[in-house]
């Protein structure tokens, strides 16, 4: 398949470079256009005020790889429209450091984003999410985004089931279908980590934000939220916790019924 591959970590991302690797290895014709800086929790935004700047680059990662000054949305969009010799076959956002699972990370998460404006052009898409722990989270975060080894074999662990998993999603959607397959992996992730459906939790995430500090200023504090969901069904907090790959359909058609 030709894929279009993109992040809301940026380019420089080994999360994005390892899912780039694995699914170069399956066979797939591949084109990354990606970040130029970190765009989490920007959610669907596009940079209409301002121009969008993209720079073709080599990051050795064997296939044609762009840089864009804007957000996974914009990457996409002029992706798709400018930078590919050819339309392609799905859209691929990922693999996101830290988890994006529950109503309220769904819809805040470029990675999302990324894969939703590849269904607005009607490509099936799919986002891929690498849970982990604080404590590990926060180590790659002052690591300049470098996952230590045990993270960094989980990573490729599951890099190895979405190079398995993303054909068989993208041959399951049809086009303009307005479907993102979220994809979340556990941590850590083995090669028997099962696939289970699941829906988005219901998290409560309020105060987001700092007390206002001696400059004014406001500062956001992340926070995983409270969740509320009831025992069944299996939602996607729920199977991570319990060790399980969480396959949630984002159908967007379903919107309002």
């Not at 990675?111 to 982990?132: F, R």
């Not at 069944?232 to 790959?245: M, N």
Request: net charge neutral; aromatic share 6%.
């Amino acid at each position: 398949m030709k894929l279009l591959l993109t992040n809301d970590d940026s380019i420089e991302s080994v999360f994005l470079h390892e899912l780039v690797r694995a699914l170069y290895q399956a066979g797939h014709e591949l084109y990354v256009v990606a970040p130029k800086t970190e765009q989490s929790w920007i959610g669907a935004a596009k940079s209409r005020h301002r121009p969008v700047h993209s720079t073709p680059v080599d990051r050795g990662l064997g296939c044609p790889t762009w840089v864009v000054d804007g957000t996974p949305s914009d990457c996409v969009n002029i992706a798709i429209a400018h930078l590919l010799p050819t339309r392609p076959d799905a859209v691929v956002s990922g693999i996101n450091i830290g988890l994006n699972a529950s109503l309220g990370f769904i819809l805040a998460s470029g990675t999302i984003a990324g894969a939703w404006e590849g269904a607005v052009h009607g490509l099936p898409a799919v986002a891929l999410s690498q849970d982990l722990p604080l404590e590990q989270f926060e180590s790659v975060r002052q690591n300049k985004g470098k996952p230590n080894a045990e993270i960094l074999a989980s990573l490729r662990t599951s890099a190895a089931h979405a190079a398995r998993l993303v054909p068989k999603f993208v041959h399951a959607t049809a086009e303009r279908s307005f479907v993102v397959h979220n994809v979340n992996f556990p941590y850590p992730c083995s090669p028997d980590s099962a696939v289970h459906r699941t829906i988005p939790a219901r998290v409560v995430i309020p105060g987001l934000f700092s007390p206002q500090a001696d400059d004014g200023n406001h500062r956001f504090v992340f926070k995983l939220g409270q969740d509320i969901s009831p025992a069944q069904p299996l939602t996607d907090r729920t199977a991570l916790a319990t060790g399980y790959i969480s396959h949630t359909i984002l159908d967007y058609t379903k919107l309002g019924t």
